[in-house]
C-alpha cells in the first residue's frame, strides 16, 4: 500500500501592500554593514544611542543599518541556555497566572542583568536589544512573541508560547528576523552555546518563517493564507538547514503518519532548480535499530521524492537529511 498525501505548503502571491519578501533586498550587499559591526567587539550596552550611532552613522539606508545592529547583536550576545532552561522550569510550576506573572518579572529583571554585565540572554533578551538599537537608528521595530517549534519544543499538544523575535518596518513595508536562532545553536550533547552567525532568519520569507515561528497575535504572520496554531504544531519538525533550499512544498504535512506492515510512505519536496540536494538519505530509529538509508530519488520538474516500504510494525522516527544535513523529521506508526 502506497501513501501519498497532497497537502501543498502555500507560498504567498498576492500582492499584501505592507508585507514584502526577503527578495526585495537580493541587490543589496551588506558586507560593509558586516564590517562595521565587526569594528565593536564586546561593546558596552549602558550607552545604546552610543552603540547605534557608531553602527549605523556610516550607512545610507535603512535596511543596511539594520542589518548592521542584527550583525552586532547576533555576534556579540550569547545564548545562556542554562537562564532559558530554569526559566522553563520555573513557568510550568505556576498554573496561577498572579504567580506566573511575578515570575515573569523576576525573570525579566535577570534576564536584562545578565545581558548588560555579561552579553548573555534568552530570546526576550535578543528581541529587546533588537528594538532599543533599532529605536535610536530610527527604524521601527517591535518584538513578537509566539511559539517557536524545535526538537524539544511545541510538537503536537496544545502548545507553549515559549519564544520572541522581531518584526520591522523598511521602505513602509514589514519583514521578520530572529536574532536569537541567527546567533547559533545549543549543542544537544553538552548543553553548550555554540556561537555561529547564520543570517537565514534575517528578513525571511514569511511563508518560510511560520514553518517554525508562530506569533500569538496572527497579524505578524505577515501572510494571507494563515495557518492555524493546530496545524503548526502538528507539521513535520524542520531544522534552519531546509531554508536553503527554499522549500515550496514539503509532503506529507502532518508529523505523524500511519501505514500497514509492508506499506509505502512517499515523501515530496519540491525546490528551486539550482538548489536541488545532491543527496537525500533517511535516518530511521525504531525496535531498538538505527539505519541509514539512501534510496532512490525520483526527480520530476523540481519535485523530489523518495519512498520507503516498513516491513515491520512499531513507531519509527524518520530523520530526513540534505548533503549530510537534517531538514525535517516524521514519526510513523506501522501496524
Keep these: 500500500m502506497k501513501i501519498f498525501v497532497y497537502i501543498?505548503?502555500?507560498?504567498?502571491?498576492?500582492?499584501?501592500?505592507?508585507?514584502?519578501?526577503?527578495?526585495?533586498?537580493?541587490?543589496?550587499?551588506?558586507?560593509?554593514?558586516?564590517?562595521?559591526?565587526?569594528?565593536?567587539?564586546r561593546h558596552s550596552l549602558r550607552d545604546l544611542r552610543a552603540l547605534a550611532d557608531k553602527l549605523t552613522k556610516p550607512l545610507s539606508t535603512d535596511v543596511e543599518k539594520f542589518r548592521a545592529i542584527y550583525t552586532w547583536v547576533c555576534t556579540n550576545i550569547a545564548?545562556?541556555?542554562?537562564?532559558?532552561l530554569k526559566n522553563e522550569r520555573q513557568r510550568e510550576k505556576y498554573s496561577d497566572p498572579v504567580a506566573r506573572q511575578a515570575w515573569n518579572r523576576e525573570f525579566s529583571a535577570r534576564v536584562f542583568e545578565k545581558l548588560l554585565h555579561e552579553h548573555k540572554t534568552v530570546c526576550t533578551g535578543y528581541a529587546y536589544l533588537v528594538k532599543e538599537l533599532a529605536f535610536h537608528a530610527g527604524i521601527k521595530c517591535v518584538i513578537v512573541d509566539g511559539y517557536g517549534r524545535t526538537a524539544q519544543s511545541n510538537i503536537r499538544g496544545e502548545g507553549i508560547a515559549n519564544h520572541s523575535w522581531n518584526a520591522v518596518q523598511l521602505n513602509g513595508k514589514w519583514y521578520l528576523c530572529d536574532a536569537t536562532w541567527s546567533s547559533g545553536a545549543v549543542d544537544a550533547k553538552t548543553g553548550r552555546f555554540v556561537k555561529k552567525f547564520d543570517a537565514i532568519y534575517f528578513l525571511m520569507d514569511p511563508a518560510l518563517f511560520?514553518?517554525?515561528?508562530?506569533?500569538?497575535?496572527?497579524?505578524?504572520?505577515?501572510?494571507f493564507y494563515k495557518p492555524t496554531l493546530h496545524e503548526f504544531l502538528y507539521r513535520?519538525?524542520?531544522y534552519s538547514?531546509?531554508?536553503?533550499?527554499?522549500?515550496?512544498?514539503?509532503?506529507?504535512?502532518?508529523?505523524?503518519?500511519?501505514?500497514?506492515?509492508?506499506?509505502?510512505?512517499?515523501?515530496?519536496w519540491k525546490v528551486d532548480h539550482d538548489k536541488q540536494p545532491e543527496t537525500i538519505a533517511l535516518q530511521i530509529k525504531g525496535n531498538d535499530s538505527l539505519d541509514m538509508l539512501y534510496p532512490e530519488v525520483h526527480r520530476d520538474a523540481g519535485i523530489l521524492r523518495i519512498d520507503h516500504t516498513f516491513r515491520t510494525k512499531g513507531t519509527y522516527t524518520v530523520h530526513i537529511l540534505f548533503n549530510g544535513s537534517y531538514v525535517c523529521t516524521y514519526m510513523v506508526h506501522v501496524t
Design 8 to 41: 501543498v505548503l502555500i507560498t504567498v502571491t498576492c500582492s499584501v501592500p505592507l508585507y514584502a519578501r526577503v527578495s526585495d533586498f537580493a541587490d543589496v550587499d551588506f558586507s560593509k554593514a558586516d564590517s562595521i559591526a565587526a569594528r565593536y567587539p
Design 79 to 84: 545564548n545562556d541556555y542554562g537562564l532559558y
Design 241 to 268: 538547514n531546509i531554508f536553503q533550499y527554499n522549500i515550496q512544498m514539503l509532503l506529507p504535512e502532518t508529523f505523524d503518519l500511519s501505514t500497514s506492515k509492508s506499506g509505502t510512505v512517499s515523501f515530496q
Design 210 to 223: 511560520v514553518r517554525n515561528h508562530y506569533p500569538i497575535d496572527p497579524a505578524w504572520m505577515l501572510l
Design 236 to 238: 513535520p519538525l524542520i
